[in-house]
C-alpha cells in the first residue's frame, strides 16, 4: 500500500514537472515571437552629433580571469571604464556570497579604484552576474555590495525599470548620447528560457582618431544584432568590441557548464555550435575591427583561443586587473 502511494506520489510529481517544462517552453517560444518582431519593427534615429572622447581606458573590475592571486575572479562582468573625463563603472558584477566588501569593491581597492570617483553607472542587462547577485535581483536594482554603497553622485543607465536607494536612474531603452562620445546602443530583446525577455544596451564610446568601441555585457542580443544596431545609429567605423558574446560551446574549463543551457536564446537541447561562433567571427571581420577582446564568463575557453587565432596581435584578453588602453 505505502508503495502504492509512493508511485502515485511520484506519478504526480513527474506529471507536474513535465507539465511546467512544456508551459516553459510554450512561453519561450511566444517571447521569441515578440523579440523578433520588436527587432524587426524598431528603426533607431541615427545620432549625428556623438562628438569624440580623446582616450579610452578599460579596467576589468570582475571577471572570470585575474592576472593576479590578490584579486577575485568571478563568473560576471564589472568594468571600469576611463573615457575623457567621464567614470563609469559598467555592470556591478555578481558577488554570488552577497559578502561586503563584495569581490568588486575588494578588487577596486586593490586596484587602486574608488566609488567616490564614479559619475555613471551603466547595466547592461538585469542579470544576477552583471547587477550584483541575487539579493539585487529580488530588490530589482544593482548593488555593488553586500551592504548599501553610497551612490548619491551617481547616474544610472539601466535598461528596463528598475530602483535604486541613492542613484539617479534613467531607463535608456532607446539609444541615446549619455556624455560627449558616448552613448547607449538602446536595449535590443532576446528571449531567454526560463528568464522572459532580457532587454540588453551596450556602450559605444567614440575615441579621436580611431573609431567607435564598444562595451558588451552578457551579448544576448547577438554579435550580429550588435554591429547592426551600431551601423544604423551612428556614421562612424567600428573600431573595437570588448566584453561578453555569450558564446559557451564546450565545457571547457568547468565541468559543468550551466552558461550552455541557460541565457543562449534557445532551447535547453539547442545548444550554440561552433558554426555560430564562427558566423559572428566573420561578421567582426568583415567590421574590419582593429582590437577585439571577449569575455571569458559566458564563453568557453575554445570560443577564446577561435578568436585569439582570427585576430591574432588584434585580440586582447578580458582579465580582471589588465588595463586595456584604446
Ligand atoms: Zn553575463
Ligand atoms: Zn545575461
Keep these: 500500500m505505502i508503495k502504492m502511494i509512493g508511485y502515485a506520489v511520484l506519478g504526480v510529481l513527474v506529471l507536474g514537472l513535465s507539465l511546467a517544462f512544456a508551459v516553459s517552453v510554450q512561453k519561450f517560444i511566444s517571447n521569441q515571437k515578440l523579440a523578433e518582431t520588436a527587432w524587426n519593427e524598431y528603426k533607431p534615429q541615427k545620432i549625428e552629433d556623438l562628438g569624440t572622447v580623446k582616450d579610452l581606458k578599460i579596467m576589468p573590475l570582475i571577471d572570470y580571469y585575474t592576472n593576479s592571486d590578490n584579486l577575485t575572479g568571478e563568473p560576471g562582468v564589472s568594468y571600469l571604464i576611463t573615457a575623457g573625463d567621464k567614470k563609469i563603472l559598467f555592470d556591478v558584477g555578481y558577488n554570488m556570497k552577497s559578502e561586503h566588501p563584495s569581490p568588486l569593491l575588494r578588487n577596486m581597492e586593490q586596484l587602486g579604484a574608488d566609488t567616490k570617483d564614479i559619475d555613471t553607472v551603466v547595466i547592461s542587462h538585469n542579470h544576477i552576474d552583471h547587477t550584483g547577485g541575487l539579493k539585487a535581483k529580488k530588490q530589482n536594482t544593482f548593488l555593488l555590495s553586500g551592504e548599501a554603497v553610497d551612490l548619491k553622485h551617481v547616474q544610472a543607465f539601466v535598461p528596463e525599470e528598475m530602483s535604486h536607494a541613492t542613484a539617479q536612474i534613467e531607463v535608456t531603452q532607446k539609444p541615446k548620447k549619455i556624455a560627449e562620445g558616448i552613448a547607449t546602443t538602446g536595449t535590443i ?10 532587454p540588453e544596451q551596450a556602450l559605444a564610446v567614440n575615441v579621436e582618431g580611431r573609431g567607435l568601441v564598444l562595451i558588451v555585457g552578457c551579448g544576448h542580443q547577438k554579435a550580429e544584432r550588435i554591429i547592426k544596431r551600431t551601423k544604423d545609429l551612428f556614421s562612424i567605423p567600428i573600431y573595437a568590441v570588448i566584453g561578453g558574446l555569450h558564446y559557451p560551446v564546450e565545457n571547457s574549463r568547468m565541468k559543468f557548464n550551466m552558461q550552455k543551457f541557460i541565457g543562449t536564446g534557445k532551447l535547453p537541447w539547442q545548444r550554440i555550435g561552433k558554426d555560430e561562433v564562427e558566423e559572428a567571427v566573420a561578421e567582426l571581420e568583415k567590421t574590419d575591427l582593429s582590437v577585439v577582446g571577449i569575455s571569458a ?6 570560443t577564446l583561443n577561435r578568436f585569439r587565432e582570427v585576430f591574432r596581435d588584434r585580440y586582447v584578453d578580458v582579465v580582471v586587473g589588465q588595463e586595456i588602453s584604446i
Excluded: K, L, N, Q
Design 189 to 198: 530583446d532576446r528571449a531567454i528560457w526560463m528568464m522572459g525577455i532580457t
Design 297 to 302: 564568463h559566458d564563453s568557453c575557453d575554445w
